[in-house]
């Protein structure tokens, strides 16, 4: 037996349920949220604005950045040519030529290591592939050039960089290096919590716009 079908009248109902008080408060109500986060902002309870470069977002330690090489306990670079991240990098944008070392422990050194910056595509495979926890990445994302030719990094600019204790260390296979060790000290950052969507900032020092001179790289060559 079928039901016989109840028809609601929209306009009826809402003429029975209007009233003054609903009409004003009704809009109030939604926007509750939006006034509480105005209130918030206008009284400094929160600060969700990131005053960029002097705060900074707090990236992840296993962040895809620069790359880094690191040393042994002498400062050399702990690389041994061994060619596993050059055949490992999918943008074939390592290049290395080898030399025999002095101390006969360590079959080879890299005489020569570049990165091109510009073709990495920053997918970390050369730290995977790599048996001698040689190289590593950093979180440092500002990678500015004013030629092509600083885009390609030797083996100084990728192992000593004055700006990489402010950005931190990135994606390695450790978080604490075994056997390598760094040419710098990085800071420990002080993070703070904020509202909305960005969770986290940190408050670092202002980094100078040029941290390598590469005539004076040439200079040295």
């Not at 206008?42 to 992840?60: C, F, L, N, Q, W």
């Not at 002498?74 to 944008?93: E, L, N």
């Not at 080898?98 to 990165?115: A, M, S, V």
């Given at each position: 037996?079928?039901?016989?079908?109840?028809?609601?009248?929209?306009?009826?109902?809402?003429?029975?349920?209007?009233?003054?008080?609903?009409?004003?408060?009704?809009?109030?109500?939604?926007?509750k949220l939006t006034l509480t986060r105005m209130v918030?902002?206008?009284?400094?309870?929160?600060?969700?604005?990131?005053?960029?470069?002097?705060?900074?977002?707090?990236?992840?330690?296993?962040?895809?950045?620069?790359?880094?090489?690191?040393?042994?306990?002498?400062?050399?670079?702990?690389?041994?040519?061994?060619?596993?991240?050059?055949?490992?990098?999918?943008?074939?944008?390592?290049?290395?030529?080898?030399?025999?070392?002095?101390?006969?422990?360590?079959?080879?050194?890299?005489?020569?290591?570049?990165?091109?910056?510009?073709?990495?595509?920053?997918?970390?495979?050369?730290?995977?592939?790599?048996?001698?926890?040689?190289?590593?990445?950093?979180?440092?994302?500002?990678?500015?050039?004013?030629?092509?030719?600083?885009?390609?990094?030797?083996?100084?600019?990728?192992?000593?960089?004055?700006?990489?204790?402010?950005?931190?260390?990135?994606?390695?296979?450790?978080?604490?290096?075994?056997?390598?060790?760094?040419?710098?000290?990085?800071?420990?950052?002080?993070?703070?919590?904020?509202?909305?969507?960005?969770?986290?900032?940190?408050?670092?020092?202002?980094?100078?716009?040029?941290?390598?001179?590469?005539?004076?790289?040439?200079?040295?060559?």
């Amino acid at each position: 037996m079928k039901k016989t079908p109840k028809v609601v009248n929209v306009a009826d109902r809402a003429r029975e349920e209007a009233s003054v008080a609903k009409e004003i408060l009704g809009p109030l109500v939604g926007m509750k949220l939006t006034l509480t986060r105005m209130v918030e902002n206008m009284t400094g309870k929160v600060d969700p604005t990131i005053r960029y470069p002097e705060e900074r977002r707090a990236y992840s330690d296993r962040y895809r950045g620069a790359h880094i090489l690191t040393a042994r306990e002498d400062g050399s670079p702990r690389c041994v040519a061994c060619y596993m991240c050059a055949t490992a990098c999918p943008a074939d944008c390592i290049y290395i030529e080898p030399g025999e070392h002095p101390d006969p422990l360590i079959e080879k050194y890299p005489t020569r290591f570049e990165i091109d910056m510009l073709r990495c595509v920053f997918c970390g495979f050369c730290v995977d592939a790599c048996p001698e926890e040689a190289i590593i990445m950093s979180r440092e994302t500002e990678i500015c050039a004013f030629g092509r030719g600083e885009t390609i990094w030797g083996i100084d600019r990728l192992m000593k960089r004055p700006e990489l204790p402010e950005f931190g260390l990135g994606y390695r296979p450790n978080k604490e290096l075994v056997d390598s060790r760094l040419a710098f000290v990085p800071k420990e950052k002080v993070q703070k919590r904020l509202a909305g969507r960005v969770t986290m900032k940190e408050d670092v020092e202002m980094i100078p716009h040029v941290t390598f001179d590469p005539l004076k790289e040439s200079e040295k060559r």
